[in-house]
Structures are given as structure tokens and as C-alpha cells.
């Protein structure tokens, strides 16, 4: 509050809108500006032209009703690498997440425009075979949400989707799976009791291992440990930190630690807007603009 | 910036200086309101209903209880002389107070007038009087007849009084005196004569049962494949007549099908011949066993001094009443409780079993969930996981629970005229014309009664299953859908099974509320009397267009129906406590399923 800024040097066509009349160069009170309605270009680092894109959003906008939750998102996902997306409640980083596989599509009212793509292939084409796409990806929830059956068939699920039934293949691939998420150990014994019956951490890593069953190109994280305690986040994190190396994966946190901790890359979304991204390095130590540093400084947020 | 000028306590309203007490006075509760703020008055009243609701549900199930227990328990033999010099003699089912009118006093011999008038005074005119089951019907032309106090001059308990319960004319009370075998009295005096009895009655009513079965079973096959074979002709007939009104009467096509019209003629009679030598057998068989049973005869004398001689077969249960032991008279009412259960009903329904009631009842059930559950779990499937939520949807769902307030007669009369008379009137004319005019499925049936029923019952599993398919957390659809299934796999494998509990709670609301409707029945097939059950041995062993006997009917036709309606009040009770034990036998058996179930998908919140 202390910089109170001249906004009046900041055109925009008026509500709301992801197209201005020309973009501000002045990074003050860029944040007080979005707040208004106006849309600024994301700060982002090139080096991540360098990268193996595996997913990438081009322009995205969504709705909903008349609400618009994401303006003109561009953002690039690199291969095998953590990227995490992080800003204050509400900026709409669950939300973009979510688009990426398009669970928003079970919301009546959402509408979209731009779009995304996987590896080249587009997501929001008219004509895609949305459970195909899924397929393609795997997706961990903010609450553990195992299935109403025993261990070993939440882990298989995709694989019983898909038609397998074939008892060498899935015995095979659930012990490979839960290794890699680090639960076989602790459930190898009662792999045909209920998943439920597990505690809430062991159910987030059995989430992990559903979503990592199938060999997804991408795993889609939304905000995994914000339902558990300091330990099992902790186990969550390390878990995130041995699948960088086979998977690539988008995370959402609302905690800047975690974010530091297990990402390559960082996004900083602000009320629909990304605001800044790059490098996690360069973004915790000296992000290139003001409002960054004071979010994840905890100035604001 | 001042906090606490920022944020008052309770309002802005007070100055600074007195900030404090203001907001005490303000925050003072009047004397009125004590007992509301401490919430006791709203305890006492909520605890006092549900007291009250305790209270009936308990007293409604001890009364029919106590009620229903007592009928089969064995009562004393009383032989009352009256003051006329009658004899009364009998069981005592009840008694109570009530006011003599002076003509019974006046019939009254005149040395106990006096007397009898003195007694009334003293009790302000009210006397004590009691019914006595008197039995011999055949005799006495009744069957109950009522003894004032006043009128008793003597009160015993003969030895020898003996019960038959008996095939036809109700309980028989009496002395035995004879035994006799082929005509010839074997044994003289009640104890000897009651020693031959006991040892010939069970091998005579063992004929007696193998004889039934016979009748029954046998004779029932050959009737059957009489008909069959009639009605096989019969639809040769029918198509020979079709051929000549379709062909002509000089056609080829006529001549042959005359041709097989005597063809089937023929072989309904050789087919009939066989048939008619084997019912000769049995009718053979089944006078054996008659003439067998003929020959032991009992011969009793009423305590009036009248002398009957009684076949053994017509005697289904006898007992010296005033010579048994508890134990005995616990295997009387053990007995006589098997036999309910297991026994077809006689005289009028008014005695013997229910069993063809119970079979009826658990049947139509089973059927009316077999029909209901599926229908209205795939309507609430549509609703709530498919249907896009609007106007017509949420009219559709009105409606539905609209039907759950409709009279259950309504139901009665669309499954009459809907079921029986339109379906059932075109599945006859399409598949058994041959036995029109009498109607096969066009008329009452179980098939119908469990449509009806299945119907009527519709909203209570609709409502429940899309309670239940609302309960599934959005997080569970999103994880199955975030795992590459399809809209319906999802509802198989996660939607489903997780609303399985609530879905199972709506069958068990659904099998109380039809298992227990009586009214719709009586249009669309309960009847008074079915000889034949709709599961039997006889091809195709399923005859979903019988009739049949229901529970619920059973108590309605005992209770209002019955011509001998004082023996029959006490098998109200009983069949009574016997339709609630059915169903609280049927939710048990569905709540102990649903319960496994949710054992199964433990419903745990991170």
C-alpha cells in the first residue's frame, strides 16, 4: 500500500478484458492494476525455449457464466521436469489444472477459449476424445480420494478401465506402481483390503501410484499435501522428488516452501493472470519483478 | 490505527467512557427468558415426543404380542350347571362386566330370581359373565355362548374332558366312552378308550395325509394334463376354423387342417384313456385308504349326556384337557404353531395353517423387488447422473414424489384395468385363446399384484437411490474420470458401489411399504382361498397367473369375512404377529446385506 502507483498511465478497453490497447511497461502496481481488470504480458524467462515442451497452453481463457477465471494464459511445461504454479487463493491455478484435462468439462457453465496442447496434439479441438486425452495423464486431487475397493484395484483402475484383465499384467504392474510410490512396503499384506481404510497420507501416495499406473506423459498435481499432516507431506515431497526423474509434473501449491523445495520451474499466477515465470532458482531468489518477491516474501497473499 | 475503535465488542452504538457497562446492561437476559436461554423447556418437550413415540411402538408390539402368543395355548375344559339345569361346558376365551336386561332375568327359575335380583342391586345392576367356547356345532347349532355369574349353580373340572380339533365343524368337547375297531367296541371306559386312540390316530392320520397328498398332488397332475391335452385339441380346432374362414370351406388347406384336427382328436383320446386308467388308480388307492381309516371309530358322550361316534381320520388333534402337564400342554402349543406355519387353512380359514398366506407374501415381495429395484434404480440413474438439471427435470422429480402420496387403492384400480384386463386380456387372446372365455393372465395374479405393488412403491427407491447417488463425493467421479473412464464406467465401478448402501436402504423401505399393502391387492389378485401356490412342481413350476393367498387379506378376511368370527378374533392376532415378523424377518435379512456392504466401503473423511 505503500507504493500507491499512477494507474491512469494504463489503457485497457475496459472490462475485465485479456485484450489491452497497449501494455504497460511499468511493472508498479501491476497488481492493483489486474485488480481492476487490466491484463499485462507475463514476465517469463526464455530459457524455457530450451526445453522439451511437453504441455502447452496457448492463450487460454476460461468462464464461468460470466465470470472469467483465467485470462490469456500462455505457459510452457518442460519434460521431465517439476513445475509448479503457485499464487493466492482464488488466482485460478486449480482452476487451469484442471483444464489441462478437462474435468472443468463436468461444470455446466464453464466456457473456453485458446488452447492447449499435449505434445502437439490438441486438447480443446473440437472432436478430441476427451477420455482418450486422459488417458494420457494422470491426476493426484487436493483430498485423497481413493475408491470405494481394495488397495490393489484402485492402483490397476486405469489399467480395468482400459479392459485389462489379465492377472500377470496387473499383479506386475500394481507391485511396480506402488513401489514407485513409495507405499509397497506398507501395504504389500493387505493389498485386498479397503483403500479406505488406509490413513489419509498412505491414500495421497496410493492417489500418487493410480495416477502414475497407466505411464501418464504428464502428472497433474492439486495442491497434494494440502489435506495432511507435516510427515506425510514430507513423504509426499520426497516422492514428488524421485518421479522428476521419469514423469513430468505440473503441481499446485499454495505453499511457497513446497514450491522451493520440489520444482524446476515456477508460475505466479495473480487473479486469473500469470504473472511471472521461470526458473524456481531465479524466482525465489531474485524474481525480475517487485510484486513476486512480495508475494512469495509474504507481503501480500 | 486503534483496533478496538475499529472493532467495538458488540456495537458502535455506546460512547467511550461507558463502553463497558452499557454493553452489560444490553447483554442482561430478562427473567422470562431464563428457562429458554438454559434450553430446558425444548429438551423436556422434544425428550417427552419422542417418549410418546417409544411408548406406542413398544405398546403396539406388546399388544400384538401378548395377543398373538396366546391363542395356541391350551385352556381347561369347565363344565358349568346353570340354574335352568343346563349344561355348559367348554373353554373360557374371555369374560367381562356388563348390564343383564330384566328378560334375562325374568326367563330365570323363580327361587333364584329373588336372589339373583338381591346380587344385581348390591353391584348397582352390573353382573360379571364370561364366553365359553362350547364347540359341537352339529349338535348345538353354535359355537361360543355366554354364561352370566348368576346363572351358575355348579362349576367343575370333568377328568376326562377331551379337545378335538376337528377337520369340518369346528372343536368337538366331550368324554370318550368306547373304542371301536371294524364296528366292534375294543375298549370300554374314557381311559382305556383314550389309550386306543392315542395308539391308532397317528398311523390313521398318516393315510389320511398320504390320501391328501394324492388328491392333491397325483390327481392334480392328471387334471392338468387333461386339460392340456383338451386345450391342445382345442387350439387345433381354433386354427381349423381360421383356415376355413381364411381359405374357404372347400379349400385343401381346410381339408388338411381337419385332417389334423382328427389326428389330435385321436390322440387326445388315447391320451385321455390313459390318463382316465390312471385316475381310476388313484381313485382306487385313495378309497383304501379311506376304508382303512373307517374302520377305527371313537365314541364320545358330551357332557350333556349325547352320544357321538367319531371317525378317527376327522380328528386332526385331541388332548385330555384337564390332565396335562405344562410340558404337555407345550407341545400342544408347539404343535398347534407348526401347524400353522406349515398347514393349509380349513374350516373357512378360521383354523389350521397360513402357510399358502406366508408363501404368497414372501413371494409377491421377492417378485415386486425383482421389478422394482432395477426400474427405479436406472430412472434415479437417469435423473441425477445424465439428465441436465432443469425445468423438466426437476417437474419429473416433483412427479415422482407426487406418486409416493397416492392412494394405494388408485394403484389398485390402474393395475386392474391396466394390467389384467388390458396386458393380461392380450396376452390371453395372443398366447391362450384356446382357454377363452376363462381368462389365464386377464385376470388378478401374482405377476400383476407384484406390477401393482412394484409401482406403487417406485418413488420410495427412486427417491432414495438419487439420495444416495448425490452422497457420492464429486472427488471420487473426478479421480475415475481423471483416470480415463467413461461416464459410465464410472457409474459401474465407483458411483454404484458406493451408493449401493443407500440404494439397499431404499429396497427395505420399498419391501416394508409393499409387503404390508393390502388394499390394491384385493383388486389384482389376493383371494380368500387359493388351493394351488404360484411355485409348485408342475411344469413350467412358475405360474405367475395365479391367484394367491396374502397375509395382510388373510387378517382382513379372518377379522370381517369369517363366519365363525369369535374363534376367529384370536387368529387375527396371530396372523398379525406373524405379517410383522415376516417383514421385520425380510428388512433384517436386507439390512444385514446392506450392512456387509458398507463394511465393505468403509465411509472414511480425511
Known amino acids: 500500500m505503500d507504493r500507491q ?30 485488480a481492476e481488470g487490466k491484463w499485462f504480458a507475463p514476465v517469463v524467462d ?115 478401465i482400459d479392459g485389462i484383465n489379465d492377472r500377470r499384467i496387473l499383479d506386475e504392474v500394481c507391485e511396480k506402481t506402488l513401489k514407485g510410490a513409495a507405499l509397497w512396503d506398507e501395504v504389500k499384506d493387505r493389498l485386498q483390503k479397503s483403500a479406505l481404510g488406509l490413513s489419509g497420507g498412505q491414500q495421497q501416495r496410493l492417489c500418487v501410484a493410480r495416477a502414475i499406473a497407466s505411464e501418464p506423459e504428464i502428472l497433474l498435481m492439486d495442491e497434494p499435501c494440502s489435506a495432511l499432516d507435516p510427515v506425510a507431506t514430507a513423504k509426499i515431497e520426497d516422492l514428488i522428488y524421485q518421479l522428476r526423474e521419469d514423469y513430468t509434473i505440473l503441481i499446485v501449491t499454495h505453499n511457497m516452501q513446497q514450491a522451493a523445495r520440489v520444482s524446476d520451474y515456477t508460475a505466479f499466477m495473480y487473479l486469473g493472470q500469470l504473472v511471472e515465470y521461470g526458473r524456481t532458482a531465479s524466482i525465489f531468489k531474485k524474481p525480475q519483478l517487485q510484486e513476486t518477491e512480495d508475494y512469495i516474501s509474504g507481503r501480500f497473499g | ?58 405398546g403396539l408390539i406388546a399388544f400384538v404380542v401378548i395377543k398373538g402368543m396366546a391363542t395356541f395355548w391350551p385352556g381347561p375344559v369347565v363344565r358349568y350347571v346353570t340354574v335352568t339345569g343346563d349344561i355348559v361346558s367348554g373353554e373360557v376365551t374371555r369374560g367381562g362386566h356388563y348390564e343383564p336386561r330384566e328378560q334375562l332375568i325374568d326367563d330365570l327359575p323363580m327361587e333364584v330370581r329373588a336372589a339373583t335380583m338381591d346380587l344385581l342391586t348390591r353391584n348397582e345392576g352390573i353382573s360379571e359373565r364370561m364366553l365359553v367356547r362350547t364347540g359341537n356345532f352339529e349338535l348345538d347349532n353354535e359355537h361360543f355362548r355366554w354364561i352370566s355369574d348368576f346363572e351358575i349353580t355348579g362349576k367343575g373340572f370333568p377328568e376326562w374332558a377331551l379337545v378335538l380339533e376337528r377337520m369340518t365343524w369346528g372343536r368337538f368337547y366331550g368324554e370318550p366312552q368306547s373304542f371301536r375297531i371294524d364296528g366292534e367296541t375294543v375298549a370300554e371306559g374314557a381311559e382305556a378308550a ?93 378309497a383304501a385308504l379311506n376304508r382303512e381309516n373307517d374302520r377305527y371309530e371313537m365314541k364320545l358322550v358330551t357332557f350333556d349326556g349325547r352320544e357321538k361316534t367319531m371317525g378317527l381320520a376327522e380328528v386332526v388333534r385331541a388332548y385330555p384337557a384337564n390332565q396335562l402337564g405344562i410340558f404337555s400342554k407345550a407341545k400342544i402349543y408347539v404343535d398347534r404353531w407348526l401347524e400353522f406355519l406349515w398347514d393349509a387353512p380349513r374350516e373357512a380359514n378360521s383354523e389350521g395353517g397360513v402357510f ?22 436406472l430412472a434415479a440413474l437417469y435423473l441425477r447422473e445424465y439428465a441436465k438439471a432443469g425445468t423438466l427435470v426437476s417437474i419429473i422429480r416433483i412427479a415422482v414424489n407426487n406418486l409416493a402420496g397416492v392412494p394405494s387403492i388408485v394403484y389398485g384400480v390402474f393395475g386392474l384395468g ?22 389365464t393372465f386377464g385376470t388378478g395374479g401374482i405377476l400383476w399384484a407384484s406390477l401393482t405393488l412394484a409401482l406403487l412403491t417406485l418413488p420410495v427407491v427412486i427417491v432414495a437411490t438419487e439420495e444416495a447417488l448425490a452422497a457420492v463425493p464429486s472427488s471420487m467421479r473426478e479421480g475415475s474420470y481423471a483416470a480415463g473412464a467413461s461416464k459410465w464406467q464410472t457409474i459401474k465401478r465407483i458411483v454404484l458401489p458406493r451408493a449401493m448402501p443407500g440404494i439397499l436402504t431404499g429396497m427395505i423401505l420399498a419391501m416394508a411399504r409393499g409387503a404390508g399393502e393390502v388394499a390394491p391387492l384385493m383388486l389384482v389378485g389376493a383371494v380368500k382361498l387359493a388351493p394351488e401356490l404360484p411355485i409348485d412342481g408342475i411344469f413350467p413350476f412358475i405360474h405367475l397367473e395365479r391367484s394367491f393367498m396374502h397375509l395382510g387379506f388373510h387378517i ?5 369375512q369369517s363366519q365363525n368370527s369369535e374363534a376367529a378374533i384370536p387368529m387375527v392376532f396371530t396372523t398379525t404377529l406373524l405379517l410383522i415378523t415376516i417383514i421385520a424377518v425380510l428388512n433384517i435379512g436386507a439390512i444385514l446385506l446392506r450392512s456387509r456392504l458398507r463394511a465393505k466401503f468403509i465411509v472414511n473423511t480425511v
Not at chain 1, 9 to 20: E, F, S
Open chain 2, 194 to 286: 383314550w389309550a386306543q386312540f392315542e395308539t391308532y390316530h397317528g398311523e390313521v392320520r398318516k393315510r389320511w395325509q398320504a390320501r391328501r397328498d394324492l388328491e392333491s398332488k397325483e390327481l392334480g397332475r392328471i387334471n392338468h394334463a387333461q386339460e392340456k391335452a383338451r386345450l391342445t385339441v382345442r387350439q387345433v380346432e381354433l386354427e381349423a376354423r381360421e383356415t376355413m374362414a381364411a381359405h374357404g370351406i372347400d379349400s385343401g388347406a381346410y381339408r388338411q387342417a381337419v385332417e389334423a384336427l382328427e389326428r389330435q382328436r385321436e390322440i387326445f383320446d388315447e391320451e385321455n384313456r390313459a390318463l382316465e386308467a390312471r385316475y381310476a388308480e388313484i381313485r382306487d388307492e385313495i
Open chain 2, 356 to 377: 399358502p398366506a406366508i408363501f404368497g407374501t414372501v413371494v409377491m415381495t421377492l417378485i415386486m423387488v425383482v421389478f422394482v429395484v432395477p426400474f427405479g434404480v
Open chain 1, 46 to 160: 526464455q530459457s524455457i525455449e530450451k526445453e522439451e515442451i511437453v504441455l502447452a497452453v496457448k492463450e487460454f481463457n476460461l468462464w464461468y457464466g460470466d465470470d472469467q477465471a483465467l485470462f490469456d494464459i500462455s505457459l510452457k511445461v518442460p519434460r521431465g521436469k517439476v513445475t509448479a504454479i503457485i499464487g493466492p487463493s482464488g488466482c485460478g491455478k486449480s482452476t487451469l489444472l484442471r483444464s489441462v484435462n478437462r474435468l472443468n468439462d463436468l461444470v455446466d457453465i464453464v466456457r473456453t477459449k485458446g488452447d492447449m496442447t499435449l505434445y502437439g496434439d490438441s486438447i480443446y479441438n473440437k472432436g478430441v476424445d476427451v477420455i482418450e486425452l486422459r488417458k494420457r495423464m494422470g491426476m493426484v486431487a487436493q483430498k485423497p480420494n481413493p475408491f470405494p475397493m481394495s488397495i490393489y484395484e484402485n492402483v490397476i483402475y486405469p489399467l480395468r
Open chain 1, 5 to 34: 502507483e499512477d494507474i491512469s498511465t494504463i489503457m485497457t478497453n475496459g472490462k475485465g478484458n485479456p485484450n489491452p490497447l497497449f501494455r504497460a511497461q511499468s511493472t508498479d502496481g501491476r497488481l492493483q492494476a489486474i
Open chain 2, 1 to 58: 490505527m486503534n483496533n478496538q475503535e475499529n472493532h467495538p465488542p458488540a456495537s458502535g452504538v455506546a460512547g467511550s467512557g461507558n463502553k463497558a457497562s452499557a454493553y452489560r446492561t444490553r447483554r442482561r437476559p430478562g427473567k422470562g427468558a431464563f428457562m429458554a436461554a438454559h434450553g430446558q423447556p425444548m429438551v423436556w418437550l422434544s425428550g417427552g415426543m419422542l417418549a410418546v413415540c417409544v411408548a406406542m411402538i413398544i
Open chain 2, 556 to 560: 382382513y378376511d379372518l377379522g370381517f
Open chain 2, 418 to 439: 391396466f394390467f389384467c384386463y388390458i396386458v393380461g386380456g392380450s396376452i390371453d387372446s395372443l398366447f391362450f385363446s384356446a382357454k377363452l372365455p376363462s381368462p
